[in-house]
């Protein structure tokens, strides 16, 4: 009997230690040995094959939060179910109509613009008369390209606008070089931009009876950058709340400026309006230059593209929207513009580094500290925006294995994209500590200018390249073209007439982006201490990959 019972013993000894060596248990499920690898127990179709090297190389080097944990073999079968499902596919909602079209059309295009180009504007158009042409003619050339837009965004309906018209004309290539050039310069510039019109408001509203220190306004500005990266990556629900608050002031200071000047206009006041088109220059460089700072103000009538897949009906929402928006825009800038010129010479215009508030102090009496202060709030709120979409761009091109991979983490707590804000924020420091307004505003035209022709390019292409493709809606094709070769005119001729340094910055930065594509981006090469780097940065920012973390909590950006 004894004997019985050691061998019973020794007998379940063996299975349990047989159990231990091949049957491991995680959050998971349990894993069991084939004879080759640890293999998931599963049911039917959906077991999955985990490497637990594998296993071990990710939880080195991911930090983990304490109540979610990144598995990979959960990713792999979670991919195979929704494979197996596509009706459980999470898609967004289209919750875009007209109205909603129109007001983010013209909430992004009238920003800060507007208080700062009129004076490096009619600087180098050298007359009223051609500054009000230039100021029409930048809202005929927003139109047309904007029409042409909508036919590439009913017919490739995608978001993304530019990053997936390229891909589908001219290839990942192409694709790739836009999301470099916009993360590395076209954000960056736009956000220093925005944050020194601002602080430039900000501190003339302190500074009367002197011309604020150039130093003062350069560190006000680099303040705002790193305030709006700070609530950004703080909060994304903080961050939108800042959005919608601010954004209403802009409307309130354009409201403000042409109602003072129609009452300036019943008056009688409208001598320079009346001198026409004395002292225009011949220069083409000059318009070209005019163009940008004109441009510059209307920046944002594609913004409706980058939503496409979230427009109620779009095939015609999305031009409709348009063909509202652009012309609304344009009689405002219009109307500013004429009622600068109801208060200001042209000479004191050029000698104001803040138009909206020398208009201001001259009509508004004891209430002008309401201009500086609407004009600073919405070159904020601009700001804010700003840095809200570039920090999703440079995440969206990160996962997509265009950038470092640690651009794409995103904070464990937070759920914000903290790397991407703040790699956009140090590039925008750079810029502002650099350059003044005027030269960022060449430096940003000059570059986007390149990718708004190659759109248009790309739009031909597609025509001929891919004629069954739908098109609810269809440019004449003369639009296309006509906008093609305007973008040519305003990247050739300032560079022949006035080559500046700025330039040659934009077409080194894209140079050194197509070197980087082929070791980085198509062959994958990755450098042995970007582990290291990544794991100090993960515990110094707290940040973890985003594959964890569900889609409808991160959609907020």
């Known amino acids: 009997t004894k004997l019985i019972l050691l061998d019973s013993l020794l007998q379940e000894m063996e299975n349990a230690k047989n159990n231990e060596t091949n049957i491991i248990q995680t959050e998971t499920g349990a894993l069991s040995w084939n004879g080759e690898d640890y293999v998931a127990i599963g049911s039917g179709e959906t077991m999955t094959k985990v490497d637990l090297k594998d296993e071990k190389r990710d939880s080195d080097q991911y930090l983990e939060s304490d109540d979610s944990t990144l598995h990979k073999g959960d990713n792999v079968s979670d991919n195979i179910s929704s494979e197996a499902e596509p009706s459980a596919a999470v898609n967004l909602k289209r919750n875009v109509g007209l109205f909603s079209g129109v007001s983010l059309i013209v909430g992004t295009m009238i920003g800060s613009g507007i208080f700062v180009s009129p004076t490096g504007l009619l600087e180098r ?49 192409s694709a790739y070089m836009f999301s470099w050039v916009s993360t590395m310069i076209i954000k960056p510039s736009q956000l220093a931009i925005i944050c020194m019109s601002f602080a430039e408001y900000a ?72 001198t026409g088109f004395e002292g225009t220059t011949t220069n083409v460089g000059h318009i070209a230059t005019a163009f940008y700072s004109g441009l510059w103000a209307y920046d944002g009538w594609n913004n409706l593209n980058y939503v496409t897949e979230e427009i109620v009906n779009p095939s015609i929402n999305l031009p409709l929207s348009i063909g509202i928006a652009i012309p609304l825009v344009t009689i405002c800038y219009v ?67 265009h950038l470092v991979d640690v651009l794409s983490f995103v904070h464990i707590k937070k759920l914000t994209p903290a790397p991407a804000l703040l790699f956009h924020a140090v590039v925008a420091l750079a810029m502002v500590l650099s350059g003044d307004i005027e030269g960022l505003i060449d430096f940003f035209s000059f570059t986007v200018w390149i990718f708004y022709g ?82 100090f940065l993960q515990l110094i920012l707290q940040i973890a990959p985003p594959c964890g973390i569900a889609d409808e909590e991160y959609s907020g950006l």
Request: aromatic residues 12%; contains cysteine.
């Open 125 to 173: 158009t050298g007359s009223v008369g051609m500054s009000l042409c230039v100021w029409t003619a930048c809202g005929i050339v927003s139109m047309l390209g904007a029409l042409s837009y909508a036919e590439l965004g009913t017919m490739i309906t995608s978001s993304g606008a530019e990053y997936a018209y390229f891909m589908e004309a001219f290839g990942p290539f």
């Open 203 to 274: 501190v003339e509203a302190f500074t009367t009876e002197c011309d604020p220190d150039p130093i003062i306004v350069q560190l006000s500005a680099a303040s705002t950058v790193a305030v709006v990266t700070f609530i950004n990556c703080w909060s994304v629900s903080l961050a939108t709340s800042v959005q919608n608050v601010f954004c209403s002031c802009k409307l309130v200071a354009v409201a403000v400026i042409i109602g003072g000047g129609l009452y300036k206009i019943v008056e009688g006041s409208y001598e320079h309006v009346a």
């Open 335 to 401: 109307f500013v513009n004429i009622s600068y010129l109801t208060v200001m010479s042209p000479s004191e215009m050029l000698v104001s580094d803040a138009v909206a508030v020398t208009f201001g102090n001259r009509i508004l009496g004891p209430m002008a500290w309401l201009m500086p202060l609407s004009v600073a709030v919405s070159t904020f709120g601009s700001a804010n925006g700003t840095i809200f979409a570039a920090g999703r761009l440079c995440y969206v091109a990160s996962r997509e294995g």
């Open 454 to 535: 190659m759109s248009m390019l790309a739009l031909i292409v597609l025509r001929i390249k891919c004629p069954q493709l739908p098109r609810p809606y269809k440019v004449p094709i003369f639009i296309p073209v006509l906008v093609l070769l305007i973008s040519i005119y305003l990247v050739i001729a300032p560079i022949v007439d006035n080559p500046q340094i700025e330039y040659m910055y934009s077409i080194m930065f894209m140079v050194f982006g197509a070197v980087l594509y082929l070791p980085f981006v198509h062959y994958g090469y990755v450098f042995k201490f970007m582990d290291k780097l990544t794991s």
